[in-house]
């Protein structure tokens, strides 16, 4: 009877570390998965209202980026390449961002014309932010 007791106790055991082994998620797919529920936060309110020349239309999710698409109108006093500087320093500087580039989640900003086509891109990694922070220190 006790034998009987404690196998069923080592099944159970390893039929539950079956489970949850088959269960665990790598930090990529992790990072997939929070990327699409990023762009899904970000589309949710897409398009947002004009700033300046700028507005953002939608974004997707490709593996742990979360692509930010957002349209210039032309002829604001910003020109695209220091607003997706300056969106990036935010992005870095965000408390909230912070922790989810660190574990590897990705931005990019593309900003283009109002024909479509591409003007910047910028991309936001933990790279990235380290180096602003680096400039910003020294």
């Given at each position: 009877m006790m034998i009987r007791t404690s196998?069923?106790?080592w099944f159970a055991?390893?039929?539950?570390?079956?489970?949850?082994?088959?269960?665990?998620?790598?930090?990529?797919?992790?990072?997939?998965e929070l990327a699409e529920r990023r762009a899904a936060v970000i589309n949710a309110k897409?398009?947002?209202?004009?700033?300046?020349?700028?507005?953002?239309?939608?974004?997707?999710?490709?593996?742990?980026?979360?692509?930010?698409?957002?349209?210039?109108g032309g002829g604001g006093k910003v020109p695209p390449s220091k607003a997706a500087q300056a969106a990036a320093v935010n992005f870095c500087n965000d408390p909230e961002l912070t922790p989810m580039v660190s574990e590897g989640l990705g931005y990019m900003i593309s900003i283009l014309d109002m024909r479509g086509r591409p003007m910047v891109q910028q991309p936001i990694n933990e790279q990235y932010c380290k180096q602003i922070s680096a400039q910003g220190a020294s």
């Amino acid at each position: 009877m006790m034998i009987r007791t404690s196998l069923k106790t080592w099944f159970a055991a390893a039929v539950a570390a079956v489970i949850l082994t088959g269960c665990a998620k790598s930090p990529d797919e992790l990072n997939n998965e929070l990327a699409e529920r990023r762009a899904a936060v970000i589309n949710a309110k897409a398009p947002y209202p004009k700033v300046g020349q700028y507005q953002i239309m939608k974004a997707k999710a490709h593996q742990s980026i979360v692509e930010i698409t957002i349209l210039y109108g032309g002829g604001g006093k910003v020109p695209p390449s220091k607003a997706a500087q300056a969106a990036a320093v935010n992005f870095c500087n965000d408390p909230e961002l912070t922790p989810m580039v660190s574990e590897g989640l990705g931005y990019m900003i593309s900003i283009l014309d109002m024909r479509g086509r591409p003007m910047v891109q910028q991309p936001i990694n933990e790279q990235y932010c380290k180096q602003i922070s680096a400039q910003g220190a020294s």
